[in-house]
């Protein structure tokens, strides 16, 4: 059986989580006012504003004339990068809440970097037991549901350039079964869907569908969790109707605001 992908700390602490998810705001999406990230991390602007004044302070951030703040000298990303996940992102999350109304469990939209899946967006349900924000999280693609979805997208050369044996010299264990990989992401790509059982985090099921541009091509997983005592199997076909619905009407919104 897989580990879980990332165990909580046993002494976390809130002001650390909360800094390092707004320098993954600023790294992805660009800039923020203290009263946006106090809105994003639900804290009070006071508390926002110090956490970013202390990301000013070790070149995380820089604020303009404006009193915005924007990404640091220590965060390097590309802008058209930015621009584009940030476009993804805010046209996301409208259909991520209505997703959440709908099904009553948390919803995520994730890209994919190489190995690796990025949650850029999250909406947590408000059930009591529910499955966390995972928003600005990196995990192994081929542990996650969106990361199956799309690397199923690629080549069988193109998994295999991706998983190179040379890029896991210093972790060998951490390579996937290639063999095993190509069969399983061919059954999701004929499938279309994906279902999670346990595989990224014990307890947690999560069933999710692609999301493609204008051209077809698969730029990001949406998907939703749940504890997997609430998850039934009887249930999955509308669950995965209902995320294809939510899929192309946010693939619709995506192809408006790329031509606007």
Known sequence: MDKPLKTPPAY???????????????????????????????????????????????????????????????????????SRTSQLRATALPHLRRLVDAVKESANLTIRTGDTARFIASVECDQALRVGNREGMVFPAHQTTAGLLLLAELAADEVEAVYAPDRYAEQPSARPDLTRLKGELTRIRRAGF?????????????????????????????????PSVRYQHTELPALVATLQAAARRLEADLAMATAS
């Open 12 to 82: 976390a602490v809130a002001s650390v989580d909360h800094a390092l998810r707004i320098a993954t705001m600023l790294q992805l999406e660009g800039a923020l006012t203290v009263s946006e990230a106090a809105g994003r991390l639900g804290v009070a602007r006071s508390t926002a504003h110090r956490l970013l004044q202390m990301l000013v302070y070790r070149d995380f951030a820089l604020q303009d004339e404006r009193h915005r703040y924007h990404a640091g000298p220590v965060l390097q990303l590309a802008e058209h990068s930015r």
């Open 194 to 226: 994906v279902v999670n059982q346990g595989r990224s985090e014990h307890g947690v099921v999560a069933v999710g569908v692609p999301v493609r541009d204008d051209q077809g091509v698969a730029v990001a997983g949406l998907s939703v969790s749940m």
